[in-house]
T-cell receptor
């Protein structure tokens, strides 16, 4: 069965610093991979997705993610974090019509 | 463009009372529809999903039920709420065009059981 692990529950970075959120997946074939962001009290917003092709995927809000098959990872990155990026981030993988979500990483941004 | 609406945004209910949360999607036909629950500080738990009118799949045994009376309407219900039903409920939709489609989420309903 497919699964997603986000090993970091909580991360704190300074505004302007770079960010990397980790995601590891477990799936036999090439997975479909997603990153979502959730602000407090809101629904989830899709940041980016990977289906195939170029392993470096660009998303909205200046985020990117890199698919590394050898490491079963799909880490989310941003070169310079803004205070408004403080939120919870979820990695997800899916097949057919269902997604499996990780437990999320809460990002705190200090000024 | 497609939009998803969920209501109410906030709901406070006594234990033992009934529940009805509604979700509608606009701008697409025959979407896949989903209900998730998100407990405080935890990830998303898929409760139900539907690939068509009247077709409901339940992911976990629980006190809740779901129905899809129309193509773009998805309802989450309970006859008698429990304290453990408290949480943040999210509805989502995706295109029914094969594997790997992203899901798009509503703004959620915060349900508090007293």
């Amino acid at each position: 069965a497919q699964s997603v692990t986000q090993p970091d529950i909580h991360i704190t970075v300074s505004e302007g610093a770079s960010l990397e959120l980790r995601c590891n997946y477990s799936y036999g074939a090439t997975p479909y991979l997603f990153w979502y962001v959730q602000s407090p009290g809101q629904g989830l917003q899709l940041l980016l997705k990977y289906f195939s092709g170029d392993t470096l995927v660009q998303g909205i809000k200046g985020f990117e993610a890199e698919f590394k098959r050898s490491q079963s990872s799909f880490n989310l990155r941003k070169p310079s974090v803004h205070w408004s990026d403080a939120a919870e981030y979820f990695c997800a993988t899916g097949t057919a019509s269902k997604l499996t979500f990780g437990t999320g990483t809460r990002l705190q941004v200090t000024l | 463009s497609q939009t998803i609406h969920q209501w109410p945004a906030t709901l406070v209910q006594p234990v033992g009372s009934p529940l009805s949360l509604e979700c509608t999607v606009e701008g697409t036909s025959n979407p896949n529809l989903y209900w998730y629950r998100q407990a405080a500080g935890r990830g998303l738990q898929l409760l139900f999903y539907s690939v068509g009118i009247g077709q409901i799949s339940s992911e976990v045994p629980q006190n809740l039920s779901a129905s899809r009376p129309q193509d773009r309407q998805f309802i989450l219900s309970s006859k008698k709420l429990l304290l453990s039903d408290s949480g943040f409920y999210l509805c989502a939709w995706s295109l029914d065009t094969g594997g790997g489609q992203p899901q798009h989420f509503g703004d959620g309903t915060r349900l508090s059981i007293l």
